[in-house]
T-cell receptor
Framework: AQKVTQAQTEISVVEKEDVTLDCVYE???????LFWYKQPPSGELVFLIR??????QNEISGRYSWNFQKSTSSFNFTITASQVVDSAVYFC???????????FGSGTRLLVRP | DTGVSQNPRHKITKRGQNVTFRCDPI?????LYWYRQTLGQGPEFLTY????????KSRLLSDRFSAERPKGSFSTLEIQRTEQGDSAMYLC??????????????FGPGTRLLVL
């Protein structure tokens, strides 16, 4: 069975603080892909990043960075110097190479206070 | 470059009525997906099309739900005899067949359904 766990239901930080969103996944497949999506109050899911199971390099994109560790089945997301516009619900998701079905975690609501 | 569009954005209906939602995928994408999201949860997969063929359906898709994708372009999701438990956000996504985009699903803004 495949599963994605986002243990942090809600995080509140003050603007300019760094924040890390945790994601732990379970799968028996050797080839799979991990994703992060952002869902602002408008409701649309915005794609942020995709990682395949063979690429454990960490990635940085502006204030965003991702840490993929197969040894702990984790794919954590860090926002550096958070801004109010980062306030949203963030979802981690998993898809195996043998399926087209995204498996989502329950999401982490991030509130960045000015 | 237009993204995935969905109509209507909001729908309020009375229990027992039928509703239909439409999704227009990104134009060059041949794969289309429907998900349902209830409050406080992540989206859950409902069904998937490759071109006009419906290839996978979740057990969540009861016999009151039907989805179509005629001609492999836009898709419709119909719910018959709606129940209050059908109240949710219905999300549509599409993906292409290029090597980079095969597994990246791009989502539309969703249709929020409220059944009274």
């Amino acid at each position: 069975a495949q599963k994605v766990t986002q243990a942090q239901t809600e995080i509140s930080v003050v603007e300019k603080e760094d924040v890390t969103l945790d994601c732990v996944y379970e799968t028996r497949d050797t080839t799979y892909y991990l994703f992060w999506y952002k869902q602002p109050p408008s409701g649309e899911l915005v794609f942020l990043i995709r990682r395949n199971s063979f690429d454990e390099q960490n990635e940085i994109s502006g204030r965003y960075s991702w840490n993929f560790q197969k040894s702990t089945s984790s794919f954590n997301f860090t926002i550096t110097a958070s801004q109010v516009v980062d306030s949203a619900v963030y979802f981690c998701a998993l898809i195996s190479d043998s399926s087209y079905k995204l498996i989502f975690g329950s999401g982490t609501r991030l509130l960045v206070r000015p | 470059d237009t993204g995935v569009s969905q109509n209507p954005r909001h729908k309020i209906t009375k229990r027992g009525q039928n509703v239909t939602f439409r999704c227009d995928p990104i134009s060059e994408h041949n794969r289309l997906y429907w998900y349902r999201q209830t409050l406080g949860q992540g989206p859950e997969f409902l069904t998937y099309f490759q071109n006009e063929a419906q290839l996978e359906k979740s057990r969540l898709l009861s016999d009151r739900f039907s989805a179509e994708r005629p001609k492999g372009s836009f898709s419709t999701l119909e719910i018959q005899r709606t129940e209050q438990g059908d109240s949710a956000m219905y999300l549509c996504a599409s993906s292409g067949t290029g090597e980079q985009d095969q597994e990246t699903q791009y989502f539309g803004p969703g249709t929020r359904l409220l059944v009274l």
